[in-house]
């Protein structure tokens, strides 16, 4: 009996198994109910009494290192059963897709750079306005047709309420609260009443700039405006004013950049002309100095407003307004990586 125990000892010991159905058909064979260590208890009944002890132990003893050696092949079999089976785990992985950057955050983020460095602070101001500030302050005469219905967007029945038509209302914002010095620069939407084409939209962007101090000069626009001008579009681009007319400031101008298509000669871009406009820009008009509560015979200010998708357009070559707003991938697409 104990020779047929240590056979069997030999046997499991040397127990080898390549799969999980392989260790289950050794459980079965050796430790199931009608399995070879079970049937030992058969042979146990006729072991004479005085070595009932020392074989049982010996069964005892087998069963226990069987079900040691099944569970080891069973957990040796596990360990190996590679989850990454088939992965490569160093390849790169694969990039998440993330959003790009909307062309028209890229040029305001840029044009709020080239005023920081001139020591230009950003304000805000809320987009539902009050006639004071988007008109009134800003030196429009009643009847100016800028306040029309078919310019403005009213907000219920009184035309009180209404969304800004220019970024300029934070300028007067602005001068209401704070004496000079004043450097701020406002990026923001803005709302007209224009019906949706490649050329116009209901909304856009401005950004607008204000310099209020002692002794601010025609001299100190021009030199902001040409330094502007060749941050954001080189440093061989030139500048021209043409003399123009805006309520809030006077004298007042638009300005031109030189064609960067034609370099200048004439292109169907510039219209033959050379020159492309870009803002609008003056002297802050005496009115408006005292309408926010600045005393114009101490002090003068200059003042420019500029589109953002203007601005775009001419970087980016981007000529239909209506892309900006509509969430194309395949243009918005065309900005990645673009910081
Ligand atoms: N507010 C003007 C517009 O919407 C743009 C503008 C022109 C702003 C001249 C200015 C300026 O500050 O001086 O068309």
Not at 175 to 199: H, K
């Amino acid at each position: 009996m104990l020779q047929k125990i240590a056979a069997l000892r030999a046997e499991i010991d040397a127990l080898t198994a390549a799969s999980a159905e392989d260790v289950e058909a050794l459980r079965i064979k050796y430790l199931s109910k009608k399995g070879l260590i079970p049937s030992l208890m058969n042979d146990f009944r006729s072991v004479p009494a005085e070595e009932k002890r020392t074989v049982g132990q010996a069964i005892n003893d087998l069963k226990t290192a069987a079900t040691d050696r099944i569970n080891a092949l069973r957990d040796a079999l596990a360990a190996t059963d590679d989850p990454t089976d088939g992965l490569d785990l160093t390849r790169t992985a694969t990039p998440l897709r993330v959003g790009t950057r909307h062309p028209l955050s890229l040029v305001r983020e840029e044009i709020i750079a080239i005023f920081r460095r001139l020591g230009f602070t950003i304000a805000e101001g809320p987009e539902i306005e009050d006639d004071w500030h988007v008109f009134s302050s800003l030196n429009f005469a009643d009847d100016h047709p800028a306040r029309d219905m078919q310019d403005t967007f009213f907000i219920g029945r009184t035309p009180d309420v209404l969304l800004r038509t220019h970024t300029s209302s934070v300028q007067s914002r602005v001068m209401e609260t704070t004496q000079p010095p004043i450097r701020i620069i406002c990026p923001g939407r803005v709302y007209r009443n224009e019906a949706i084409s490649a050329r116009a939209h209901c909304f856009f962007h401005q950004v607008e700039a204000l310099y209020v101090d002692k002794n601010v000069t025609f001299a100190d626009l021009l030199q902001t405006l040409r330094y502007f001008a060749r941050e954001m579009f080189g440093p061989e681009t030139g500048i021209r004013l043409r003399p123009s007319y805006f309520p809030f400031t006077e004298p007042s101008a638009e300005m031109d950049i030189s064609c960067d298509l034609c370099g200048g000669k004439g292109c169907a871009f510039c219209k033959g002309t050379g020159w492309v406009e870009i803002l609008g820009c003056g002297m802050v008009d005496p009115n408006v100095l005292e309408a926010c509560g600045i005393d114009s015979k101490v002090y003068s200010g200059f003042a420019l407003g500029m589109g953002i998708e203007r601005i775009t357009n001419l970087k980016y070559r981007v000529n239909d307004l209506r892309l900006f707003s509509e969430n194309d991938r395949r243009f918005l697409d065309e900005f990645a990586g673009t910081h």
